[in-house]
């Protein structure tokens, strides 16, 4: 009982000296925002004893590439970060670059590339669809009076002017003149097709390219005020309204060189109509007057004086 008693009272003593004791305290962060010293932070006032294995001089040179880590290094780090956008693709990144102004000028580009495409095809398969050697062997036909002959080597031709030829032909009784403009001008309307839309797109190219700058330059002359930030937005204010003019102007130039050249073969292919159209009723009327002289059996002359 009393060796008992003696190992109670003897556990209880210890337990109260371990606990009268302070704990030690935690090493402390040398940082040099704290505004403390590495010599200061690891003398073993600040909590650091010799004794837990490293020496000051250690510390020191532990704490040393801390402490001379300057701004500039953490700025190269966060460097990158202002380029994480870009993908290394030239087109890509001036369209990043050119702002939102970048999409409307992408969608006239689609439409003005696939209608000079269009166009070019249309006219090629016209130029390969041309005939005049027929077309003269139809106007030969009519000029030894074989109507009949010249209206079957017009029929199921794809040459515009043999189709309009044929169409005045077979509707001759009725009215010549009117069937002849009825086919010219379903051919030149054929021929004109989408000049309104490369007309259109020629002149809205270089306006959404105006808009583009205008807008940055008000996203350069809004960020003016904030002293971190200037530089980086009026930069990219100035390259979001070069961008967009230039894409503006390429498209304009790129669109208006095929516009003149379509709307210059629709010129010349209205004037081969008319030109086929007026021979076409001058040799037709000089058939029927030598028609109307054979019934009658009266020169040229007095038939003519008679009609009048």
């Not at 704290?34 to 010799?50: F, H, L, R």
């Not at 010349?268 to 009327?285: C, D, G, R």
Request: one cysteine or more; a neutral charge; aromatic letters at 6%.
């Amino acid at each position: 009982m009393k060796t008992l008693l003696i190992a109670s009272l003897c556990s209880i003593t210890l337990a109260l000296s371990s606990f009268g004791q302070p704990p030690p305290p935690p090493p402390a962060a040398a940082s040099p925002a704290a505004g403390i010293s590495p010599a200061a932070a690891m003398s073993p006032a600040a909590g650091m004893s010799p004794v837990a294995g490293m020496t000051p001089a250690t510390a020191m040179a532990s704490v040393t590439p801390l402490a001379n880590a300057s701004p500039g290094a953490t700025a190269s780090k966060e460097a990158p970060k202002t380029e994480e956008n870009l993908t290394g693709n030239f087109l890509i990144d001036n369209f990043n670059k050119g702002g939102y102004i970048m999409y409307p000028i992408l969608v006239v580009s689609i439409v003005a590339l696939a209608v000079v495409l269009e166009r070019i095809f249309w006219w090629l398969g016209r130029w390969m669809r041309r005939d005049p050697k027929r077309i003269e062997k139809v106007f030969t036909a009519i000029e030894v009076g074989d109507v009949a002959e010249a209206s079957r080597l017009s029929r199921d031709s794809r040459d515009p002017v043999l189709r309009m030829m044929w169409n005045g032909l077979n509707h001759q009784h009725a009215s010549l003149q009117g069937a002849l403009q009825v086919a010219a001008g379903i051919e030149i309307k054929r021929a004109g097709r989408f000049l309104v839309v490369m007309d259109t797109l020629v002149t809205l190219a270089p306006l959404l390219g105006l808009l583009g700058t205008i807008t940055g330059l008000m996203r350069s002359f809004a960020s003016l005020g904030n002293e971190e930030l200037a530089v980086t937005a009026v930069t990219g204010g100035i390259a979001e309204a070069l961008i967009a003019t230039a894409c503006g102007l390429g498209i304009a130039i790129f669109a208006l060189i095929p516009f003149n050249f379509f709307t210059s073969r629709v010129s010349n292919l209205e004037f081969e109509l008319q030109t086929a159209a007026t021979n076409l009723e001058v040799m037709l009327e000089a058939q029927s007057k030598l028609k109307q002289v054979e019934i009658t059996g009266a020169t040229p002359s007095s038939a003519t004086r008679s009609s009048i």
